[in-house]
């Protein structure tokens, strides 16, 4: 007979922050350009696709960066609930994603869209708001909330 197992506590443990995610803490919500830039400086010179999670707090502040998942030269697969689990796992109030694309062209793809409304109904149920995603090349990025995708 198998053991039942019971969950008593679920804790994340930070074991090294990274210097170059020290200036993320002054990063908000509250414009759409600061965000890109902050994430052109951590991803915008990969040569594959890398998908980021921003965990905000009920103040907007950046409290959490999870590196969600890298993928291929044109193509990144992160399930809503990967993107989701550090937002929970930090009590996170809302999160913006965040990938680059490697060609250096932040124009979002068909599927760029469709993630963004996936995330957006998935966050309506947990009760973490979607803020926005972003898409950043090496020399800019774009705002889908921005520009009405979602």
Do not use: W
């Amino acid at each position: 007979m198998k053991k039942l197992i019971e969950v008593i506590r679920i804790k994340q443990e930070v074991l090294e922050v990274e210097e170059k995610y020290q200036f993320m803490k002054e990063v908000t919500a509250s414009s759409p350009q600061r965000v890109i830039e902050a994430v052109r400086q951590l991803i915008g010179d990969e040569d594959r696709e890398v998908f980021l999670v921003l965990v905000l707090n009920t103040k907007n502040k950046v409290t959490a960066v999870h590196r969600c998942h890298t993928g291929s030269i044109n193509a990144s697969i992160a399930a809503p609930r990967e993107i989701f689990k550090s937002a929970i796992l930090n009590n996170g109030k809302s999160i913006i994603v965040a990938h680059n694309h490697p060609s250096f062209d932040p124009s979002p793809s068909m599927e760029d869209i469709a993630v963004s409304k996936r995330l957006e109904e998935c966050g309506e149920i947990l009760g973490i708001e979607l803020l926005d995603h972003v898409i950043v090349g090496n020399e800019g990025g774009i705002s889908l909330k921005e520009k009405g995708y979602f």
